[in-house]
């Protein structure tokens, strides 16, 4: 039987290039193992082989995520790769972001199984769980690279299991950080039978495990009113893709991770000058028609001219909102927020897509 053919991706750092001085060293690869990669081949045995090791400067890849995920995409392609292992990259979240769009982009993209290994506390966990790709496997590690035993032995069985075609159980079966969803599963009692147990458990103060995976999400304060509108600045944002022409900023019409700002100075409606549209997430044909749906200038204007409020801010903030991760949406907007007080914009108006 063959081995299965593995990609494995490291940073700049665990491929020999260098410390944080070469953070920017664009993508490369070697053939093989590498560095960590070659303890992992041992413990991988006979069931898998490392036939290429990519690298990429943690700096360089969140510079150029879309132009690097795509190279390797394609250095998967022409090696025949069968599944992807990254890192493990313990608690640098750089790096951790970086294994956790690699695996995300092998797994939506060529359908691949693919594991790496985080730091329960690394930015790439969430991430991964947000993500939610069924064919990607976090294991946890220790915060430094002390644990980098432990590490590659827990991701080499996974692997090894992964190779051989294993039925693949829940995270506490495996080991694996969940990931927020539910698995179908045949139980011999009923769900009210489980359920019971459940709370018998919980009010006798004993251990118990619940079936439904609960996600909390943390709680965005509500900023206080605006004390007198009249006299507020108030700036226009925009989830619905409307952008200028040739998408400047490259955004992606799904899972967007950058915002723009585009002037509005002169003008009173937005079909007063040219326009495009980009967003992945709805028929964008009637806001290509008209993008005053989306950025609302000419109301916005008739507002300003009526002295409902001081003035409109001079540019407006755009983002396609299509499939966005929680955590990058988050960065997005307090991003915005920050460069918007620093402009001296009292108040935004978001506008629902």
Known sequence: MSKVRVMHYVNQFFAGIGGEAKADVPFGCFPG???PGKRLQELLGDSAEIVVTVYCGDDYFSKHLDATVAVILQTAREQNIQLLVAGPAFASGRYGFACAEVCHAVSSTLGLNCVTGLHLENPGVETYQQ????????FPTTEEASGMAAALLAMARFVSRLAAQAAIGTPAEEGYIPRG???????????????VRLLLAKIGGRVFVSEIPVENIEAVPVSPPIGDLKRACLALITTSGVIPP???????GFQNMRWGKYSIEGLNCMLNANWDVLHGGYNTGSMKKNPNYGVPLDICREMEREGIFRKLYSHFYATPGARG?????HQLGNDMALEMKSNGVDGALLVST
């Open 33 to 35: 193992p590498v560095g």
């Open 131 to 138: 993500y939610k790709d069924r064919m990607v496997y976090a």
């Open 181 to 195: 969803f539910r698995l179908d599963k045949v139980k011999r009692d009923s769900g009210a039978a489980r359920a």
């Open 246 to 252: 040739g998408n400047p900023d490259g955004f992606r």
């Open 325 to 329: 991760l929680l955590s990058v949406m």
